[in-house]
DNA sequence: ACTGGCACCTGGGCGC
DNA sequence: TGCGCCCAGGTGCCAG
């Protein structure tokens, strides 16, 4: 499940393998992905160089010196990763970008939740309407405090809303809701201003430091398996329902569901 | 404008 | 061992 620090890490990662390529080749073995990978895609990559890799939300974003970006989500299972074509493609190996170097870009989806798009120009409608980069200084805790006044549902909704904020999914907005002692079902407008600055720093914290422990165990993006690497973080709510509270050490996390999603805090240290 | 709920999809874990 | 059920979840989209 990528979430927003391993989508940088993967670009991180990907980015001095791939800036300053060809792409030579574009080999689609399945266009069936959330969105059905147009034909138009091979055309506008075959040849183009590779300028730059840049991420906006959970999407990463390859410029081409042609002017057109390749778009790429990795949904719930996708991964991305360098290799070669001495490899063999495995099963969900849906889409390879081959580059002059001989290495190749290879896009991996079980569950083809993800996209593959290519778009010429500025920016793509699925990039419109994104609220800010949580980890750039226009998220701030009196933003998030504003934005709430009117919000009535729950405070972990109103932060998983990407109108609100980017990139912050099921497991960091346990984290961080934790961090900052704030129940997850409390109503979004009813959290002073004080708490927002507390929730907009741990949320920064939670998911600076994801990229951190990324960046130390998803090195190696060559031959590796290009999995995600929140696992080696230590979570201290998140899959973790019945267990004791890391904190207090007494109360047992109560795990509850929001939107059918799985919720886990301390009814202790949440409040 | 805001909210809740659904669909998409497969692998893995579980109970029987 | 095997079968079938259910669940995980990002996010665009629809209905209320």
């Excluded at 138009?40 to 075959?46: A, G, I, P, Q, T």
């Excluded at 405070?155 to 961080?176: C, P, Q, R, S, T």
């Excluded at 002692?181 to 708490?195: H, L, V, W, Y």
């Excluded at 090195?219 to 201290?236: N, W």
Aim: with cysteine; proline share 4%.
């Amino acid at each position: 499940m990528p979430e927003l620090p391993e989508v940088e890490t993967t670009r991180r990662g990907i980015a001095p393998h791939v800036e300053g390529q060809r792409i030579v080749n574009v080999i689609v073995r399945d266009r069936r992905l959330r969105w059905p990978i147009t034909q138009d895609f091979e055309r506008h990559l075959s040849q183009a160089i590779i300028i730059q890799t840049r991420r906006r939300a959970k999407y990463l974003l390859i410029d081409l010196d042609s002017g057109a970006t390749v778009m790429i989500h990795l949904g719930m299972s996708g991964s991305l990763r360098m290799t070669t074509a001495n490899e063999l493609p495995r099963k969900h190996d849906h889409v390879d970008v081959v580059l002059e170097s001989g290495m190749l870009l290879r896009y991996h989806d079980p569950r083809r939740f993800g996209s593959m798009h290519c778009f010429v120009g500025q920016s793509h409608a699925l990039l419109e309407h994104l609220g800010p980069e949580p980890l750039s200084a226009d998220f701030t805790g009196e933003y998030l405090f504003q934005q709430s006044r009117k919000r009535g549902s729950a405070v972990k909704l109103f932060i998983m809303d990407a109108k609100i904020v980017v990139g912050v999914g099921n497991i960091y907005a346990n984290e961080a809701l934790f961090m900052a002692g704030i129940r997850p079902d409390r109503p979004a407008n009813g959290i002073s201003k004080k708490r927002y600055m507390a929730l907009a720093e741990s949320i920064k914290a939670v998911l600076a430091n994801a990229i951190e422990v990324g960046g130390t165990t998803l090195r190696d993006f060559v031959g590796g398996d290009g999995k995600a690497g929140y696992f080696a973080q230590s979570l201290q709510v998140y899959g973790r329902g019945g267990d004791r509270c890391k904190r207090c050490k007494v109360t047992r996390l109560r795990e509850i569901r929001q939107s059918s999603r799985a919720t886990v805090y301390c009814t202790r240290c949440q409040r």
